[in-house]
């Protein structure tokens, strides 16, 4: 419990220090960037008729992430009262940032790559990558009111079966990938898009596990 020094002292100071600052909009602008990078990515996986087309549309989605993830850090350093613990702050933007990273890397490895043809199972990881994302678009949506403490945890429930979903799907994939693939330049080109995919998910999940850490802080 803070003491009564310590809540007069930042009342005093919060008067010369700018305060709060508006980071659940940034976390829900950047939030709904990771969405709309993932539907590229799940279109991407379906045909490869317009990849150069969404590489450079997840590129351009990744680049608006980066600027608003440096905008909540930027603020962070001029705010002297934050809505959540600082480091928490940093820790989640961050970590979303990296969601749309990967997507990014999975984008430009698909084309580097030149790989000719889409897998079911490609495609299947791409969409529980949505999936994740849209959960965590959710969960940061209520985050701003820490009442939504039971809705937000069940959020963050799904995503962790999300991200099992991915493993099964991932390990199935490598199975069938060593089994069947004849190729083994195809192998290991495969491999990697696989990987990177299932990793959006894990990315997803360490979100989630943020956001329990600050409704177990906060609420």
Do not use: W
């Not at 905008?71 to 350093?77: G, N, Q, R």
């Not at 495609?123 to 994740?132: D, F, G, H, Q, T």
């Not at 949506?141 to 962790?160: P, R, T």
Request: aromatic content about 6%; proline content about 2%; glycine content about 4%.
């Amino acid at each position: 419990m803070r003491s009564i020094y310590d809540l007069t002292e930042k009342s005093m100071f919060g008067r010369l220090m700018p305060t709060e600052g508006k980071f659940f909009d940034l976390f829900n602008q950047h939030a709904a960037l990771c969405v709309k990078g993932a539907h590229e990515m799940v279109g991407l996986m379906t045909n490869f008729d317009d990849l150069e087309m969404r590489t450079h549309a997840i590129e351009g989605i990744e680049k608006e992430a980066d600027k608003v993830t440096y905008a909540c850090v930027d603020m962070l350093h001029k705010t002297f009262i934050t809505p959540i613990d600082r480091d928490d702050i940093h820790k989640l933007i961050t970590r979303m940032d990296d969601i749309l990273d990967l997507m990014e890397d999975a984008a430009q490895t698909v084309s580097l790559y030149d790989l000719k043809a889409v897998t079911p199972e490609a495609k299947r990881l791409a969409e529980l990558s949505l999936a994740c994302c849209e959960k965590v678009q959710a969960a940061v949506g209520l985050l701003h009111n820490m009442d939504n403490s039971h809705k937000i945890v069940a959020i963050c429930e799904e995503i962790d079966r999300l991200e099992s979903d991915a493993d099964h799907v991932m390990r199935a994939a490598m199975s069938k990938l060593f089994r069947d693939e004849p190729d083994v330049r195809n192998l290991i080109k495969l491999k990697a898009i696989y990987e990177i995919l299932e990793t959006v998910t894990d990315r997803c999940e360490d979100v989630a596990n943020i956001i329990e850490g600050i409704i177990v802080e906060n609420a």
